[in-house]
């Protein structure tokens, strides 16, 4: 990614940072150029792009994409963070998996196979968020104790010391899943927040890259 289009790093809570200083969320604002819903069915290209990393994981491939640089530093972070990547697998592990069984990258739609090519090509995770619902720049920082996730009526109670991404509002995502709905893209929003999280053991290179893939395919008109 060009210095031009060099994503922001967002800020992450002192507590954090004490224990994992070497975790960072990297933000990318994009415009939505395509005329395609980003719920919808997937442009010729895009749909051809998510054909070509199927048929780069196959086999022996996908079954060592686990010892892989990038895919093992997550999920050394993962245990770190009291997760079991057996049994939670990092995002990238889970998305080859999925292939697995299904036989190929199916299309999940128009922005989830986007964020889905930039994942297979850099092994880093990057999510989505609808710019229009944020309020400040989001970050990291561990939940608090009955906390909503989202601002939707009905909204998740979160627990105390759940690391999640969120604005000056609120929790918004847990850290490695999806956003919580009020906040998730819908099929005509127009300025997008990309957000991917860099581990340690992940070269910044590698998460530029993720963002700028998916900044750029759905910039493209």
Do not use: K
């Amino acid at each position: 990614m060009s210095s031009a289009h060099a994503p922001s790093v967002g800020w992450c809570a002192p507590e954090v940072q004490a224990e994992l200083p070497r975790l960072r969320l990297l933000l990318a604002q994009v415009q939505v150029g395509r005329r395609e819903a980003l719920t919808g069915i997937s442009p010729p290209d895009i749909q051809q792009r998510l054909r070509e990393r199927s048929s780069r994981f196959r086999g022996a491939r996908a079954v060592s994409i686990r010892r892989e640089p990038v895919a093992a530093a997550y999920r050394v972070f993962f245990r770190h963070i009291g997760l079991d990547p057996d049994v939670a697998p990092t995002p990238i592990e889970a998305a080859v998996l999925e292939r697995m069984l299904r036989g190929g990258f199916l299309s999940g739609g128009l922005l989830a196979d986007v964020l889905l090519i930039a994942l297979t090509d850099t092994s880093v995770p990057v999510w989505a968020l609808d710019a229009e619902t944020l309020e400040g720049e989001p970050g990291i920082r561990p939940s608090r104790e009955g906390e909503r996730l989202g601002r939707g009526a009905g909204a998740l109670a979160l627990p105390a010391g759940r690391l999640v991404v969120a604005d000056s509002r609120g929790a918004l995502a847990l850290l490695f899943d999806e956003p919580a709905a009020p906040h998730a893209p819908a099929a005509r929003s127009t300025l997008l927040t990309l957000f991917a999280v860099q581990v340690p053991g992940v070269p910044t290179l590698y998460a530029e890259e993720a963002l700028w893939s998916a900044c750029n395919a759905l910039q493209a008109q």
